[in-house]
């Protein structure tokens, strides 16, 4: 039975935050897309942008293929996208299919903020 994803953000200085709770299908992608008008770029032109799949256990095709498109909209607008709390074999397959060339795996959001911090620095 697919448990319902619900999506909350936080915005810490120029960066939102989306935690995502629940399984990531077709209709839970679906859901991600209306979350906002990622189109248009992040709210109050953030220009860093991370996910957290802590609590995300399963993600099927249709699944990566939303996150693919959410990528692709915010690519265009010079947006830093990062995520952590990947499972393993969740994390290969962002490499597979190419997804992790947009989204960044870091291991914890320290890991993820922290980093952005240090290129911000330079």
Not at 93 to 110: A, T
């Amino acid at each position: 039975m697919e448990e319902e994803l619900i999506i909350t953000s936080e915005v810490m200085n120029d960066t939102l935050l989306i935690t995502l709770k629940g399984d990531l299908t077709k209709t839970s992608g679906e859901k991600l897309l209306k979350f906002h008008q990622w189109e248009q770029g992040l709210p109050n032109n953030l220009s860093i942008f991370i996910i957290n799949f802590d609590d995300v256990h399963y993600i099927n095709s249709a699944g990566i293929a939303y996150l693919i498109r959410l990528c692709r909209l915010l690519d265009g607008n010079h947006i830093t996208m990062r995520a952590f709390g990947l499972e393993y074999h969740y994390e290969k397959m962002f490499s597979i299919v190419g997804l992790s060339r947009y989204l960044s795996h870091y291991p914890s959001q320290w890991a993820a903020v922290e980093g952005i911090e240090n290129i911000n620095k330079n």
